[in-house]
Structure formats: structure tokens, C-alpha cells
């Protein structure tokens, strides 16, 4: 069957049409002017409006305060040249916030020169290979400090022994020096401990979970001499999940304490429960996970700590010894677990992940 250059022309453009909706991949076209003039699905969906919403809107409402500027797009349709962007964070109003890979390029259409704009949604990959990294580091930072530790501790055992040998050979007075140098002895040794963390193997049982945080909140009702309200928000349908009991309840008794020792008294803990599906943990994908989330509206996190919150010895606290948020870390790690941070002024929250079999 013979076609007409119009009937070829009319299916080539049809087929154009019909690959760009069925792409994965988000596709703007800017007109000459540089409005836009088509969207494919996937881009509605990733900006949540539709072609219909948007069509003449100019390019700016989307890609404004980014890299994409008039000049650059301007010397695209004058050239030819195409041009890629990584890690431009996307804001297309407030409570829509994400960062894309953009590629633009030129196409003509009835001969007319657009600019096609093809961008991909980075923020999984971005954040897995961030949380990769972290746990690297977090993983070198607690070898180096076992190492040190180990160093430290043994030549502290020498000390204290020659300090009680010598203690039997000194009279009554001068036996008060022996006894600080035993003392400080002691104290070291006891920082070195904490230093070294938890070396026992978790002892897996099946676990309500939430038996196990109401444990943490009865130890901190008793114990706290401030007077914070701590809120529950459990989902009950979550089921037993294999865990060492006291582990998890010092893990998150450590992230309970440092919150009130951040918040004032009429600031409020919340402890909150979840079924997290697809999670991503270590980079490895979880299919279900329980998440837990202790979250306080104190003052927040220093931004310049939080990248290394979870290494020893790091404190946003002057009298801290950064090793409680250190040895949670350790202990949700022995359950193949992950912990992770999210705070900013009025908001802070922890989250730990722990798989379900």
C-alpha cells in the first residue's frame, strides 16, 4: 500500500508522540521563546502538574535559581550545542523540592528550532551513595579509635599495677599520690572501655517492639530530673522482630537522653513506629523494615556535625563526650540495622531501620 509524504510525515510525528509519553525519563519542550509547550507523563508526574497547567508557562517557573538560565538556552537555539547538568536542585514550590540530572538539546519541529529538556530525578542514588560513604567513614573512624584504645589500654594496665606495688612501699601520707595516679588510672581505663563499645554478639529473640520502647520511656520517667513530655505513636500491627533486647533499648535510650539533654522542658519527645517498605539500608534494598523515629522540636543539630554525628567522640554539647550516639550506631549495626539523622531548627529526628524477616 502506497503512502503519501504527508501520511508519513503524519505517522512519524504520531510515533514520535507515543514514544515520548511511554518514556521513563521526564521531557519538557520549550518553544522558541522559551515557554513551554509540551510535557511528556513522566515529567507531569515528577513535577505533579499537568501539560494543561503548564503550557506557555515560561521556563523559569521551573528552573529558577538553577544553572538552566535564558542566556545558556538563548545560545542553544542559536548553536546547537547541547549541554548536561548534574545535581540541579529543582523547586518547584515549596513543598516540592528535588534534585535532577538535566540535559538539554536542540530539535527542530515543522522547522522550527525548540529545545528539548530531558531530566531525571537523582535524590535515591544521591542519598544511597551518600549513606554508603558515611557508613565507610564511620567504619574506618571506630577502627582507628579501637586501635588507639587498644594501644592506650594496656600500658594504663602497667601503670595502675606499679602504682599499687609501689602504694605498699610508702607511708601513710605519701600513699595519697599513689592513690590519684590508681584513680586516674581507673577512669582512663573506664573511657577506654566506652571507647572501644559493645564487642558482644547481639542475643536475637522475637521481640514486640514497642515492649521494648516502653521499657526506654519507663527508665527515662524514673530517671530524668526534667519534666518532658514523651509522646507515643506506635502502629500496632507491626509484628515480633528478631532483636537483642538490651541492645535496642540502650541504642535508643542514648538517642532519648541526648534529646533532652538538648530540649528545655516545654519542648516534647515523640517515639514513633512504622512499617518502612523498600528501604534502603547500607545500600542494600530492604523489602520491609521497622522504622522507628524518636523526634524532638528542641533547637536542632549543628549543620556543621552533622555529617560526622555518628563518630566517636564528636559532641555538639561542650561537656559531651560523643560516645552515646557512637555506640547506638555500633549496636543498631550489629542488627544489620541503619541509623540516620535528620534535624534542622524546631526539628530533629532519628530513625532506625531494622529488617524483618
Request: aromatic fraction near 6%; include cysteine; hydrophobic fraction near 40%.
Amino acid at each position: 500500500m502506497l503512502h503519501t509524504r504527508q501520511d508519513i510525515q503524519r505517522l512519524k510525528l504520531s510515533y514520535q508522540q507515543t514514544l515520548a509519553n511511554q518514556l521513563v525519563t521526564a521531557v519538557l519542550i520549550l518553544d522558541q521563546k522559551l515557554n513551554i509547550c509540551y510535557l511528556n507523563p513522566a515529567a507531569e508526574a515528577l513535577l505533579i502538574k499537568s501539560l494543561y497547567k503548564l503550557y506557555g508557562s515560561p521556563f523559569d517557573l521551573i528552573f529558577a535559581n538553577t544553572s538552566i538560565t535564558k542566556s545558556r538556552l538563548e545560545q542553544l537555539l542559536t548553536t546547537g550545542q547541547e549541554f548536561t547538568d548534574s545535581e540541579i536542585v529543582i523547586e518547584f514550590n515549596k513543598n516540592h523540592r528535588f534534585t535532577a540530572e538535566v540535559t538539554a538539546s536542540s530539535v527542530e519541529f515543522y522547522r522550527i528550532p525548540h529545545i528539548l529538556i530531558e531530566f531525571k530525578q537523582i535524590d535515591q542514588q544521591k542519598q544511597i551513595s551518600l549513606e554508603i560513604f558515611q557508613h565507610q567513614q564511620w567504619i574506618a573512624a571506630r577502627d582507628l579509635i579501637k586501635g588507639l584504645a587498644h594501644e592506650i589500654k594496656n600500658p594504663l594496665g602497667g601503670l595502675r599495677g606499679a602504682a599499687q606495688l609501689l602504694n605498699k612501699e610508702l607511708d601513710e601520707e605519701q600513699q595519697e599520690y599513689t592513690a590519684m595516679i590508681i584513680e586516674q588510672a581507673d577512669r582512663l581505663t573506664n573511657l577506654v572501655d566506652r571507647l572501644l563499645g559493645p564487642n558482644q554478639l547481639p542475643q536475637v529473640k522475637s521481640y514486640n517492639i514497642h515492649s521494648v520502647l516502653e521499657k526506654v520511656c519507663q527508665v527515662v520517667n524514673f530517671s530524668s530530673e526534667q519534666e518532658i513530655e514523651l509522646k507515643r505513636d506506635y502502629d500496632p500491627s507491626i509484628p515480633n522482630i528478631e532483636c537483642d533486647q538490651e541492645k535496642i533499648q540502650q541504642a535508643v535510650l542514648n538517642i532519648v537522653n541526648n534529646a533532652i539533654q538538648a530540649i528545655k522542658s516545654d519542648n516534647k519527645i515523640t517515639i514513633k513506629t512504622r512499617i518502612a517498605s523498600n528501604a534502603t539500608i547500607n545500600g542494600k534494598q530492604i523489602k520491609l523494615a521497622v522504622k522507628i523515629s524518636i523526634i524532638d522540636d528542641g533547637p536542632g543539630i549543628p549543620e556543621k556535625i552533622q555529617d560526622t554525628l555518628f563518630y566517636p567522640m564528636v559532641s555538639g554539647r561542650s561537656n559531651g563526650t560523643g560516645l552515646g550516639l557512637s555506640i547506638s550506631q555500633t549496636l543498631i549495626n550489629q542488627h544489620q540495622g541503619k541509623l540516620s539523622c535528620q534535624s534542622r531548627p524546631g526539628h530533629t529526628e532519628f530513625i532506625i531501620l531494622l529488617p524483618l524477616s
